[in-house]
């Protein structure tokens, strides 16, 4: 495993998403997407509260090398709002689908929180399709060693996620996550950059998969349950140390799921894995370091053997 560092460099950060929208059918509900770009696709996975309008600077770094493809979750983004679960099996499926829909091959993922257990799974699954995965801010580590290895900020969240009285009123009713995504990001959003984010929960129904997904993260990574965020972190920890597909994992300062002790796991234990300090950032690397990701990646992605 090798440990490569980059100084973060000064970037032009724009509040535009200059893409045309696409709309996939699954079942009887619409998954929003954009597709920009030719050759094997890279699939962009966002994170809680983002959508693929997180990743409007990172898509033009890459789009000269291969067909980028950025989604949004159902519940989030573009994509429709529908009375469901919001499990992190059904999301999955939704995923999974998607992919099957568009006949997406040789691909390569890149994941950031949610995204980054999601795309695992489905790499677990479908190993053959995956050129490469790629990560930022997501779980690594069994679901006890991610807990172990997080600091105040990722217990504090997961804490709040847990409670079902509390954690419900916080995040659904006075839109928390929204609302503190400043502590999560170095920079200042514009007001044009708030809006974009702010539009898919301005309804209190709307904000359901906010609570849900991180609500089923058991007290300290403990008693997982079929599918729910331990078991599948745990599943995808045994996938992602034994597999042999090239791995990519970008880390800022001071970070939050990707900290100093979760880099020295991962060099201790995933296998055909670059990690890669990028510069200073929060959780929200995708707005703080959009250009450093972008151009990494493609370097990294170039390097690739077909």
């Known amino acids: ?141 069994d ?7 997080g600091g105040m900020m990722q217990h ?29 990001i170095k920079r200042k959003l514009t007001n044009e950059e708030k809006k974009h984010y702010r539009e898919p929960f301005l309804k209190e129904e709307w904000r359901t998969p906010l609570f849900t997904l991180p609500n089923s993260f058991p007290k300290k990574g403990k008693n997982p349950q079929n599918n729910d965020m331990a078991d599948m972190i745990n599943k995808n920890n045994a996938f992602l140390t034994r597999t042999t597909i090239p791995k990519l994992v970008l880390y800022a300062k001071p970070g939050m799921l990707v900290n100093k002790k979760a880099v020295k796991w991962i060099n201790n234990n995933i296998p055909t894995t670059e990690t890669k300090l990028i510069g200073q950032a929060k959780h929200l690397m995708e707005e703080d370091l959009p250009i450093e990701i972008g151009r990494t990646i493609n370097n990294w992605y170039l390097n690739l053997k077909d």
């Open 156 to 184: 504090m969240m997961f804490w709040m996620g847990r409670q079902e009285k509390l954690g419900y009123h916080m995040i659904v009713k006075k839109n928390m996550f929204i609302k503190m995504m400043g502590m999560l």
């Open 143 to 149: 679901s006890r060693t991610f807990h172990k290895n």
């Open 1 to 141: 495993m090798v440990l490569l560092t980059l100084a973060a460099t000064a970037q032009e950060i724009s509040a535009d998403f200059p893409f045309e929208s696409h709309y996939q059918k699954l079942g009887e509900n619409n998954i929003h997407y954009i597709d920009e770009g030719t050759g094997d696709p890279i699939l962009f996975l966002h994170g809680i509260p983002m959508s693929s309008y997180s990743w409007r600077n990172v898509i033009p770094q890459i789009s000269d090398s291969a067909r980028c493809i950025a989604i949004d979750f159902m519940g989030f983004g573009k994509s429709d709002k529908p009375n469901i679960e919001y499990s992190f099996i059904a999301q999955y499926n939704y995923l999974a689908s998607f992919i099957d829909s568009l006949n997406l091959t040789n691909l390569t993922l890149v994941m950031t929180d949610i995204g980054g257990i999601l795309g695992t799974k489905y790499a677990l699954e479908n190993p053959s399709n995956i050129k490469g995965l790629v990560y930022m801010e997501t779980p690594f580590g």
